[in-house]
């Protein structure tokens, strides 16, 4: 990377910081409650784009570690549990869970993979509404209590908002750490060709296991988040559509990009809502063309895209630069 291209990062990085620390202090309450469900969203979408985006293999089963995690911490923060305790048994059991879901994706691939997940999807959707001794089923949890932190309550929106956007920090640099490990190099070698990684002498079947495990995880961690966030929950917004609506964020933003995740959950939890104040009753229509057009004319999503037309921009000063380069010759000198 350039000097000038590390000094533009840098720039961007400061602004999107400022803003999302101060865009906040100018919202109303549902406006900070829809950067929350942001924040939680991308956190989730996170866990699938190292599973998807950097190990290559398909998962449509993240809506449902999102709800496993959202139940651990109603049913336990409700009975008096603080709000660490299932966010530490959610991980531990989301990860043995995404471990398990794992082993399918060492015997198929692609789209038996995609039904494969689709299937625990909707085992879990199944034990989440018809489980009611645990689970309350189409009742749902009321009451939902948001947790404490030295002293400062959560239960207003633009507060927990802030604690959201710390755990998205959190999980942003775990993420990063991992992506740029010798871990992050396996996976994305998985992702492009598994024979040649497993003739390289990288650990395919231990790498994909993983790649599943800490993805669900990730999912686990969100839902935890998104218990207290919304105060009350039933089994509708863990059924399939919710995974679909994850899928979308990291294709849309940016399979196998690092902020991907965070541009797809912008799209997909914020559009709606604008789309909604200037179309009124047609937004979803409206939202559904956008999408539509934007994956037809960019499959690899709006960093894709971005990184292509850089890519361009290079070739042709390259090339204009290698022009001004060639020398020229004055015919009538004869030299």
């Known amino acids: 990377m350039s000097s000038r291209s590390r000094q533009l990062s840098w720039a961007l990085g400061i602004a999107a910081a400022l803003v999302l620390l101060l865009l906040p202090l100018t919202l109303n309450r549902f406006g900070n409650y829809m950067l929350s469900m942001w924040a939680v969203m991308t956190i989730a979408a996170m866990g699938l784009n190292l599973t998807l985006g950097y190990a290559g293999q398909v998962s449509l089963a993240q809506g449902a570690f999102v709800g496993i995690g959202a139940y651990a911490a109603a049913i336990m923060t409700v009975n008096g549990w603080p709000l660490y305790v299932p966010l530490l048994l959610t991980i531990v059991l989301c990860f043995a869970i995404g471990w398990l879901l794992g082993y399918p994706a060492l015997r198929v691939q692609h789209h038996y993979l995609a039904f494969v997940t689709l299937s625990f999807a909707t085992l879990a959707y199944l034990v989440f509404r018809n489980e009611e001794w645990l689970t309350k089923g189409t009742y749902g949890i009321f009451g939902i209590p948001r947790p404490s932190l030295f002293g400062l309550s959560l239960k207003y929106h633009l507060n927990f908002y802030?604690?959201?956007?710390?755990?998205?920090?959190?999980?942003?640099?775990?993420?990063?750490?991992?992506?740029?490990?010798?871990?992050?190099?396996?996976?994305?070698?998985?992702?492009?060709?598994?024979?040649?990684?497993?003739?390289?002498?990288?650990?395919?079947?231990?790498?994909?296991?993983?790649?599943?495990?800490?993805?669900?995880?990730?999912?686990?961690?969100?839902g935890v988040l998104y218990a207290p966030l919304v105060e009350f929950i039933d089994p509708n917004p863990f059924a399939l559509p919710l995974s679909f609506s994850l899928l979308l964020m990291v294709i849309v933003g940016g399979s196998g990009y690092f902020l991907g995740p965070a541009l797809g959950a912008l799209i997909a939890v914020l559009l709606p809502e604008w789309l909604r104040d200037y179309t009124k009753g047609y937004y979803l229509i409206a939202y559904a063309l956008l999408v539509m057009v934007l994956l037809i004319y960019s499959p690899s999503g709006i960093l894709g895209w971005v990184e292509r037309k850089i890519a361009d921009a290079r070739t042709r000063r390259a090339s204009l630069a290698r022009q001004d380069a060639v020398p020229t010759y004055d015919v009538g000198s004869g030299s």
């Open 162 to 222: 802030y604690f959201s956007l710390a755990w998205l920090v959190i999980c942003a640099g775990l993420m990063l750490w991992l992506v740029k490990s010798p871990w992050g190099r396996a996976f994305k070698a998985l992702r492009e060709n598994p024979l040649r990684a497993q003739s390289l002498g990288v650990d395919t079947r231990r790498y994909t296991l993983m790649a599943f495990a800490i993805g669900s995880a990730m999912g686990g961690v969100a």
